[in-house]
T-cell receptor, first 113, second 112 residues
Framework: DSGVTQTPKHLITATGQRVTLRCSPRSGDLSVYWYQQSLDQGLQFLIQYYNGEERAKGNILERFSAQQFPDLHSELNLSSLELGDSALYFC????????????FGQGTRLTVV | GDSVTQMEGPVTLSEEAFLTINCTYTATGYPSLFWYVQYPGEGLQLLLKATKADDKGSNKGFEATYRKETTSFHLEKGSVQVSDSAVYFCALSDLNTDKLIFGTGTRLQVFP
């Protein structure tokens, strides 16, 4: 158990809908990262937050947004969903903003139908 | 930009065989290097890491040495087990970009 908790584990939704994925980092970790893992794109970095502030942005679509709350949990919001958004979404956390060692949650499998 | 290149899989081995999974990187600066492992249905777990040139990371019988001259971080294990079957990801972290950049992953299948 990495200590990073992601909910829900599975999500099935229709095209055009909006979903929210939740992540609770390890106790004491201030930095949260979101990654998307799909068969054709591999593991893609989406966005990073550190202590409530956006720190780094990767290949995140405009339809996607995220935030980190004062209690350090984070949410990834995906809207106007398309079939191609079906993927595993991972959250990871680390103590420092520099990603020297990250601990991953078990992921949320999103299926868009 | 920074990138990681891994050998394509799947790598298929018999139990007790020697394993090498190649990883090379392109980066500005001096990144930390990692190997992560993903077992079926699970998230990624850190397997080992090295933070500077000539460092050797090791864990659970796996080893990798940070080679700056060849920009490589190859993963090795002397004797694989069926339980090592998983997908292995090489990654780098640049202190300036705050991102972990992953390779495409290499699937290892070990048969008894």
């Amino acid at each position: 158990d990495s200590g990073v908790t992601q909910t829900p584990k599975h999500l099935i939704t229709a095209t055009g809908q909006r979903v929210t994925l939740r992540c609770s980092p390890r106790s004491g970790d201030l930095s949260v990262y979101w990654y998307q893992q799909s068969l054709d794109q591999g593991l893609q970095f989406l966005i990073q937050y550190y202590n409530g502030e956006e720190r780094a942005k990767g290949n995140i679509l405009e339809r996607f947004s995220a935030q980190q709350f004062p209690d350090l949990h984070s949410e990834l919001n995906l809207s106007s969903l398309e079939l191609g958004d079906s993927a595993l979404y991972f959250c990871a956390s680390s103590v420092r903003p520099q990603n020297t060692e990250a601990f991953f949650g078990q992921g949320t499998r999103l299926t868009v139908v | 930009g920074d990138s990681v290149t891994q050998m394509e899989g799947p790598v298929t081995l018999s139990e007790e065989a020697f394993l090498t999974i190649n990883c090379t990187y392109t980066a500005t600066g001096y990144p930390s290097l990692f190997w992560y492992v993903q077992y079926p249905g699970e998230g990624l777990q850190l397997l080992l890491k090295a933070t500077k040139a000539d460092d050797k990371g090791s864990n659970k019988g796996f080893e990798a040495t940070y080679r700056k001259e060849t920009t490589s971080f190859h993963l090795e294990k002397g004797s694989v087990q069926v339980s090592d079957s998983a997908v292995y990801f090489c990654a780098l972290s640049d202190l300036n970009t705050d991102k972990l950049i992953f390779g495409t992953g290499t699937r290892l299948q070990v048969f008894p």
